[in-house]
């Protein structure tokens, strides 16, 4: 399975000129306007409308177009405005897009490499190294970054003028951040991309475990296990060596204070200094309340019902008016249900649980794009060793494919030939949510699977 | 192992009973899909029994509630505009606009806001991102060296009782260049409804009159004209300067162009169009006791207007103004002798029922039968086909419903009687179709838009004809699962431990040389547009061309991508490989079937059987002599009928005889298919195809 490492570059480059291509036909295939690809909040042509109420000296958010980060316009801003002729008209964004992408799966590839060494040096430690040289020796950074780069999805979302490949930068600098034990790397991905789109803020849970235990490792369960059996049956006499191993292990799965204290500190850092730079920027429009109203709140409040891929505007839609504070709060708070008991399940293995985070995060989001599945699904191949034996793989494959041509040919029968409605575009929307659902849930069930087996092969 | 141990008694324990189901099903997946392949073909043969009759579902409508008012000197005024036409066409001085300057006086005596529209002829062209998309932006960049340009004439009569915001649409399509007696009669009819609509009290509506120049066709001038009629176009003054200067006519004609003080030259809008009515005289069918009325309703890719208009037409045509209502069929289906004993065993089944239990009463003639079917085999083609059958088309792409109808006289109408009360009673239904539509307070909603005509009066709804697609398609999804999970049995057990590690992913080999022919699919359906470039090619050598290109890139990829999959053997199982071709052959055939519905149901009976049939040559099946012929002659019969260029040629050969038939034909066909940008020639390359070369690749699976 293993590439070799002029093949990894050769298809990493491929997938940049595929992009290149795919930005040059951008205008003709009118990506920015999908409602899959483009959300009002990630929207560029909202953003570029921003930048010009803003130039204008009128506040950003005024017309309910922009619903953005403040702190986007100046940075991305100046260049929706520069065109050249005969080429499209967002050619400078699509290339930063490029740029960003192409970091984001290298920082996905050393996240990969750093989980790689850790997870083989604990297996080392329980003596089960013999599970990762029969299962057959896959780098998963190398696989995850190329699945990464080479999915539609983030093509498309690439291609398509919409700002969540920033979003997807900075969720991964994160994490790449808590696995290499950078703490202010870790915060400042955290905080930005909170800033950016409010939902990571539960990524708040993983990156502090990461940081506490480290990378995933096998249950601690299971060097307790190896402990007694060791201090039981092999060599009950040699107290030292026993000793000795004991503190060796008792130190990995111990949690440690000190890059969490860190991380808090610096969080609370860069908080307050992107604070500070939104007020600076928003100074005459309404300063900081009216930056969280239009862009936190719009999301929370799901104020657009224009339809998207979500499951939220169409029950919105519906819904009376006196029931809709009530359904906001049951809607968003089904993210914070799933919280808790993953954490305890999953707490020995931090990166898989920010990984199921952010799938449930892109199911149950107000404003889902294709975007966000593209990094989840990113994110899968760093797991590949240990969903090996994953059921229902090539019907998920199918279920994705199915789904993604299936969506716009509704969307076109509703809005263009007038012979479908809502409903039908709807149930694309609903099937993608339940696809997402066997995901997590079938990824969830094989990584306890695995650590069964471990259990099973260590015990025997 | 402990832990499969585990794993084995836990869903042991009480399977449910969607599980227990699925595996029934999964276990006997060959008797499945035979039963399921011939229940869904005859329901598609069932489809003219279960037609039901149509009925006005739109409560506004009312049709034929009030008594038409068109008079005889409306048919007055219709007879001196022929004569003035005949007579202009006679003297001889056509510098080409004399008609439409005369319709135009014509209308702005009545009292009508009057225009010309002038456009471009554009000839079609392949556009490969163009196939779904509205295209607003295209108007603007259109910078035609081509000159030649025709004028459409167009009237509207603001409503009395209207705001202004909704408005229907006449059009009667001529030739300028040489006006026949038909195109004369129809544009006469046009004008005295016109006129007589202009002085009436109940109009809710605008009424739009396109006299629509059909001298590059009926479709384009029609098309041109909604084009700029929904996107409005801002010229700077350089182009238009441009324009001018660029045909001295053209300027002539503007200084020509003040009628009464007012310019004619500005596009003049009215409101959302509510429907639209095409309509023209057609040539004499003698020999028939009635007058025909010929409808005419496929717009582009198998879209069909609402059903209430076509019922509404039909409705005063028959029972008020006693025409003959036609729609088209496919003649050499009606007296062939195989549906004809279909229909024969279909009546004796009616009667048998009914002798049983006189309340069952579905019988049906069997002459009524293969009229049925003729119906809906014609309905189905052109529905298939994607391209439009008139310049209704052109509305549909807005959402406007319309339909053509063409009018067919019984005698030949030198005689002015004749003419007059012909002119009479078309005049009179058209007066009270739109009397109808004007009653409507919404778009078109309540009836159908997805439905199949058997007869005039009959048709069958989605939920009747999907039932045919669903028992043909169906088979697919449980022989792919039989497939994949026999496969994942059988390499589980007898392999060592580094395979069972990857086992739920083996699928990924196949998959990639799937998604290899697709790509490739995707590049020889993309390679007409770089040959149509060539300039002076045959259709033959085109053709040609294309395959040979093609290949080509087969060849090129199978180099980059890794060679067939057979080659290093054991790399891919054939079972697999047929598992996740069958899998991407039913999402194929499921948005195909959303997207253009009878395109679907004739790809599915010819690839259906061809994905479940197929099997390497070399591995025999167990059982009988007779059973590995019958499979191997099967195999070898369903490939050759499921390449489509074969196909085509095949159905060409037995409708026409197969001396005229060339592989030229391939070309025109498929030139044909994507000027007028149909779905199908979508289908055909991207599921039909690669679904082919499959197949061949498991056939010559070692």
């Known amino acids: 399975m293993a590439l070799t490492r002029r093949r990894y570059w050769a298809m990493a480059v491929g997938s940049v000129i595929l992009r290149l291509l795919f930005i040059c036909f951008s205008e003709d295939l009118n990506l920015g306007f999908r409602p899959e690809v483009a959300t009002p909040v990630t929207s560029l042509r909202r953003l570029a409308e921003g930048y010009w109420l803003k130039n204008s000296s009128m506040s950003p958010y005024s017309g309910s177009m ?3 980060s403040p702190l986007l316009l100046p940075v991305l801003g100046p260049l929706t405005v520069n065109r050249v002729k005969g080429l499209p008209a967002h050619l400078f964004c699509s290339l930063i897009f490029v740029i960003v992408d192409f970091v984001t799966a290298m920082l996905i590839r050393a996240t990969g490499q750093k989980l790689m060494s850790t997870y083989h040096r604990s297996l080392q430690l329980l003596n089960l190294s013999c599970v990762q040289e029969t299962a057959g020796y896959t780098h998963v950074g190398d696989l995850a970054s190329l699945i990464f780069l080479w999915n539609p999805f983030t093509i498309i979302t690439c291609a398509g003028s919409s700002t969540s490949p920033i979003d997807n930068l ?123 109203k239009k862009t936190h709140g719009f999301i929370l409040n799901v104020e657009d019902l224009s339809p998207n891929i979500g499951v939220f505007w169409y029950f919105f839609a519906e819904v009376f008016e006196f029931f809709r504070s009530f359904f906001l709060i049951v809607f968003h708070i089904n993210i914070l249900f799933m919280l808790v008991p993953l954490v305890i399940r999953l707490r020995h293995r931090p990166c898989f649980l920010a990984f199921v985070y952010i799938a449930i995060m892109s199911m149950l989001k107000s404003y889902p794009s294709v975007g966000d599945s593209a990094l989840y699904l990113g994110l899968l191949g760093l797991f590949a060793n240990e969903l090996a034996e994953m059921r229902f793989s090539f019907f998920l494959l199918c279920g994705y494919v199915g789904i993604s041509l299936l969506s716009p040919v509704m969307h076109n029968l509703w809005i263009w030939r007038g012979t479908g409605n809502a409903n039908f575009y709807f149930a694309t929307g609903i099937a993608y949510a339940s696809l997402q659902t066997v995901l997590i849930v079938e990824s969830v069930s094989t990584i306890l699977k695995h650590d069964r087996m471990l259990r099973n092969k260590l015990a025997t | 192992m402990p832990a499969e141990k585990d794993e084995a008694k836990e869903p042991r324990a009480r399977p449910r009973l969607i599980v227990l189901i699925a595996s029934f099903l999964v276990s006997h997946s060959t008797l499945f899909s035979v039963v399921c392949c011939i229940a869904g073909l005859i329901a598609l043969l069932l489809l003219p029994v279960l037609a039901k009759s149509t009925y006005i579902s739109e409560n506004a409508l009312m049709p034929g509630s009030a008594n038409p008012v068109f008079s005889g000197q409306d048919v007055s005024e219709a007879s001196r505009l022929v004569k003035d036409i005949t007579e202009t066409q006679k003297m001889g001085k056509m510098t080409g606009i004399e008609i439409q300057r005369l319709i135009i006086q014509r209308m702005a005596d009545v009292g009508a806001e009057v225009y010309h529209h002038k456009f471009h002829s554009q000839s079609n062209q392949f556009h490969p991102f163009r196939f779904f998309s509205c295209d607003s932006n ?14 459409n004439t167009v009237g509207i009569i603001r409503a009395p009782r209207g705001d202004g915001k909704e408005a229907i649409v006449l059009v009667t399509p001529y030739n300028s260049e040489y006006v026949k007696l038909n195109d004369a009669l129809s544009l006469g ?94 040539e004499v069918m003698e020999r028939d006791p009635r007058d025909i009325l010929t409808i005419y309703a496929e717009a582009s890719n198998g879209q069909m207007p609402n059903l209430d208009l076509i019922n509404v037409v039909h409705y005063l045509a028959v029972h008020r103004q006693g025409f003959r209502v036609n729609i088209g069929k496919l003649a050499s289906l009606v007296n062939s002798a195989w549906l004809n004993l279909v229909g024969q065993i279909l009546e004796w089944l009616g009667k048998l029922a009914k002798n049983l239990n006189p309340k069952w009463n579905f019988g049906i003639s069997s ?256 059982g009988a002599l007779i059973l590995r012929a019958l499979s191997l002659v099967c195999n070898l019969v369903m490939v050759v009928i499921g390449f489509p260029p074969a196909a085509l040629l095949l159905m060409k050969g037995f409708s026409k005889g197969f001396e005229g038939v060339g592989i030229g034909a391939v070309w025109e066909v498929a030139e044909f298919l994507w000027a007028w940008n149909s779905a199908t020639y979508l289908y055909v390359f991207l599921v039909h195809l690669p679904c082919w070369v499959l197949c061949i690749h498991i056939l010559l699976h070692p």
């Open chain 2, 367 to 622: 002459a009524d039968y293969a009229e049925g079917a003729a119906t809906v085999a014609s309905s189905m083609y052109h529905q298939a086909l994607g391209v439009p059958t008139g310049s209704h088309g052109a509305f549909r792409d807005y959402q406007v419903d319309a339909i053509t109808f063409s009018f067919s006289p019984r005698f030949y109408l030198n005689n002015e009687n004749m003419q007059s009360s012909f002119i009479l009673r078309g005049g009179r239904l058209i007066e009270g179709v739109i009397r109808s539509v004007n009653n409507l307070l919404e778009k078109f909603h309540q009836s159908f838009f997805l439905y199949m005509m058997t007869a005039p009066n009959k048709f069958v709804s989605v939920g009747v004809y999907m039932i045919g697609f669903a028992l043909l398609a169906l088979p697919l999804p449980v022989v792919a699962a039989s497939l994949f999970l026999n496969h994942k049995a059988t390499g589980f057990t007898g392999t060592e431990e580094a395979k069972i590690a990857f086992g739920s992913w083996k699928w990924l080999y196949a998959a990639k040389t799937v998604l290899m022919i697709d790509l490739w699919a995707m590049f020889a359906s993309l390679m007409p547009y770089f040959i149509s470039q060539i300039p002076n090619i045959t259709s033959t050598e085109s053709t040609f061309l294309w395959v040979a290109l093609s290949v080509t890139i087969l060849a090129v990829l199978y180099v980059i991508l890794g060679s067939p999959p057979y080659s290093h053997s054991g790399n891919v199982e054939w079972q697999t490989l047929k598992a996740v071709m069958i899998a991407s052959v039913t999402i194929g055939l499921g948005l195909m079937s959303i997207i253009n519905f009878a395109t679907a149901q004739i790809g599915a009976l010819l690839i259906v059987p061809m994905c479940l049939v197929v099997r390497p040559l070399k591995k025999h099946i167990q």
């Open chain 2, 189 to 282: 009819l046009g004008f005295s409804i016109f006129s007589h609509l202009g002085r009436v009290s109940w109009l809710a509506k605008d009424i739009l009159w396109l006299a629509a120049d059909s001298r590059y066709g009926e479709y384009s001038s029609v098309s041109a004209w909604l084009k700029d009629y929904h996107n409005p176009v801002f010229f700077s003054s350089e182009n238009v300067d441009a324009n001018v200067t660029h045909d001295k006519d053209f300027l002539n004609m503007q200084n020509k162009n003040m009628l009464n003080g007012r310019n004619v030259d500005v596009f003049k809008r009215a409101g959302t169009m509510a429907a639209a009515l095409v309509f023209k005289v057609g």
């Open chain 1, 66 to 68: 922009y619903h953005g």
């Open chain 1, 170 to 292: 900075m969720i991964v600098l994160s994490i790449y951040g808590a696995c290499s034990g950078l703490s202010s790397l870790a915060a400042f991905g955290w905080v930005v991309s909170t800033h950016l789109s409010l939902y990571p803020a539960i990524l708040v849970i993983p990156v502090i475990l990461l940081l506490g235990y480290g990378p995933d490792a096998p249950p601690s369960k299971l060097f307790l296990l190896k402990k007694s059996n060791e201090s039981g049956g092999s060599c009950p006499k040699d107290k030292t060596c026993s000793e000795q191993k004991s503190k060796e292990e008792t130190h990995i799965r111990n949690f440690c204070w000190r890059p969490v204290l860190f991380f808090i500190m610096w969080s609370l850092i860069w908080s307050s200094y992107i604070l500070f730079l939104s007020f600076i920027s928003l100074k005459e429009f309404g300063g900081l309340s009216e930056m969280v």
């Open chain 2, 138 to 151: 295209s108007a603007v960049t259109e910078s035609n060296s081509n000159t030649s340009y025709g004028l």
